[in-house]
């Protein structure tokens, strides 16, 4: 059986990881978690990162049936809506974004004109549940614990498993957000290293590990399972959940968790613009 050919474009100025994959006998292909250039010093937003990957696209002679983000991101803004616009294909979240809908609407004071119930997406999916990307089988499966709603898409013997998982050398997702929990990330990353040991995964985020000078994207489930250094076979459930909790307790909020969760809980679509033709973010005080 074929596999899925993919590419990697990195936004270093949110440590982002989009990819294209594709069937190389139909030529179909998915967009997973695309960035949405934002300068949050002007509030500015750009479609530079957006582009390139739009011009590989059609430079490959691509017909783009899916452009999906593995979970409502914290750290970068989605340009789901703009690849939608420019290429076609339905826009794809896991069903639990209605989870992360209710928690950050309330906290946002979003009010009764945003639905909670994910329809700003085209196609909610299910635990489990089996598509097609041409000629390949894929397959989404329910792996939370950073948020509610995380996803890992599995298309032939490639996984894109958001920030469930970073390099070896560089560990696991925190579980400090609204949502997430320590232990149950813990078991969803067993759900991933009961599949092949060469299964590819592909990350959404990488910060160079302290001793590497690269940024990197790609491992496979074995590495994951012999070297993370979180998470490696032998590691408890409860060694590790005291861990993470020790670290996410150092960690600082990502510098635009704000802007692009307001964002990404509505698909990528900005908010609309008020009656000055403006349209604004906001930032909630002291509460977070």
């Not at 011009?55 to 803004?77: C, E, K, M, S, Y």
């Not at 339905?90 to 609407?105: A, D, N, P, S, Y």
């Not at 925190?174 to 990330?185: I, Q």
């Not at 070297?227 to 909020?253: C, W």
């Amino acid at each position: 059986m074929h596999q899925p050919a993919v590419k990697a474009f990195f936004d270093e100025a949110s440590h982002t990881w989009s990819y294209v994959a594709w069937d190389p006998a139909s030529l179909r292909a998915a967009v997973f978690d695309s960035v949405l250039d934002y300068d949050a010093s002007a509030g500015r937003t750009r479609h530079d990162a957006a582009d390139a990957l739009i011009a590989f696209v059609r430079a490959q002679g691509l017909t783009l049936d899916w452009v999906i983000d593995t979970h409502v991101h914290a750290d970068h803004l989605s340009a789901a809506p703009y690849v939608q616009a420019a290429l076609g294909g339905k826009l794809g979240i896991g069903e639990h974004i209605c989870e992360v809908q209710q928690t950050f609407g309330q906290l946002f004071n979003a009010g009764g004109g945003f639905a909670r119930d994910g329809s700003q997406f085209d196609h909610l999916f299910r635990d489990g549940e089996r598509y097609r990307i041409g000629t390949l089988e894929a397959c989404a499966w329910h792996t939370p614990g950073h948020t509610p709603a995380c996803m890992t898409h599995v298309v032939g013997d490639a996984a894109f498993v958001g920030d469930t998982l970073f390099m070896p050398d560089y560990g696991t997702a925190r579980c400090d957000f609204p949502g997430g929990d320590a232990r149950t990330l813990y078991r969803s990353i067993q759900k991933i290293f009961a599949w092949p040991d060469s299964t590819r995964i592909y990350l959404c985020h990488d910060y160079k590990a302290h001793g590497r000078d690269h940024y990197a994207n790609e491992t496979t489930v074995g590495a994951q399972r012999r070297d993370n250094i979180h998470v490696h076979e032998g590691i408890g459930e409860d060694a590790f959940v005291q861990m993470r909790i020790s670290r996410d307790a150092t960690l600082s909020m990502p510098a635009l968790m704000l802007p692009a969760v307001q964002v990404n809980m509505r698909a990528g679509q900005l908010p609309a613009a008020e009656d000055n033709g403006i349209r604004y973010l906001k930032i909630p005080l002291d509460t977070l």
